[in-house]
């Protein structure tokens, strides 16, 4: 199943600081703001971005003389053993911290072996997580993640998808139709994020966004209550903003 790599906001910063990170790390002793933009090739302000969210995310460090050297976050991750718990980890208190940031619960989904799984989540009292009703692998046309993991998919991965799971009537907003959630899938920007205004849930509207690292479609979405709808557009752009570093664990 193939999918369509298009290159959203996220995936050039992410890109950026693995550029920026291979550079660190072919310095073992340390490696200096200039040398970093000179061999790097990026512009200084841009570089400063990315090494605030290296410092950030523990995977580079400032020695005490400021030259940049490679952090504790990049050791665990590079480790073979427990690499798997480690990621998770990291993924995890990023998406803590997520959840603080934009006030809402958040998740990771991942496409995996033709089904929508949600793999990892934050959520808490003042953030609660969507009551799934309806089973997510059967309800991807009705959820914003689900739309966005399609999205991703080419014209015959999509209907391979449709095909196996039917579109049923969730609450008055659900789309049915195979031929316009197709179309409206077709004409999604990439760097637009995908919502969910009552779709799966009456009571609760969602966003996601493209998180796809390597040949596996994934999403970053968020869910709020219908009561903090007037939200959802601005935490769906502090969303894809923040993708970036988890897409960056992904790619390590």
């Known amino acids: 199943m193939a999918l369509k790599h298009e290159q959203t906001a996220p995936y050039h910063s992410a890109q950026e600081a693995l550029r920026v990170l291979d550079t660190v790390a072919r310095h073992s002793t340390g490696i200096t703001d ?6 790097s090739g990026l512009g200084a302000e841009r570089l400063t971005t ?24 990049l050791a665990r991750l590079g480790s073979t053993h427990h690499r ?30 033709g089904e929508v799984t949600i793999t990892q989540y934050a959520d808490g009292p003042a953030t609660p997580s969507v009551n799934e009703w309806v089973d997510f692998r059967s309800s991807a046309h009705a959820t914003a993640l689900g739309k966005s993991l399609l999205g991703q998919l080419d014209h015959n991965g999509r209907r391979d998808h449709l095909s196996r799971h039917r579109m049923a009537r969730l609450t008055s907003h659900t789309i049915t139709s195979d031929k316009l959630l197709l179309s409206r899938l077709e004409a999604q920007p990439p760097t637009v994020p995908v919502l969910d205004l009552q779709e799966y849930a009456i009571g609760t509207v969602c966003a996601a966004v493209p998180i796809t690292a390597g040949s596996t479609a994934g999403c970053l979405a968020l869910s709020l209550p219908v009561a903090h709808a007037h939200r ?17 664990s992904l790619a390590i």
């Open 50 to 73: 990315l090494l605030r969210m290296l410092r950030r995310e523990g995977y580079v460090e400032q020695t005490a003389d400021g030259a940049y050297v490679t952090g504790d976050a």
């Open 84 to 113: 798997e718990q480690a990621l998770h980890d990291k993924l995890q208190h990023t998406l803590d911290r997520l959840r603080d940031s934009v006030g809402a619960a958040v998740y990771i989904s991942r496409y995996v072996d």
């Open 232 to 248: 959802l557009r601005r935490a769906a752009e502090t969303l894809n903003r923040s993708a970036a570093p988890l897409l960056l």
């Open 34 to 39: 200039d040398e970093l933009a000179r061999e």
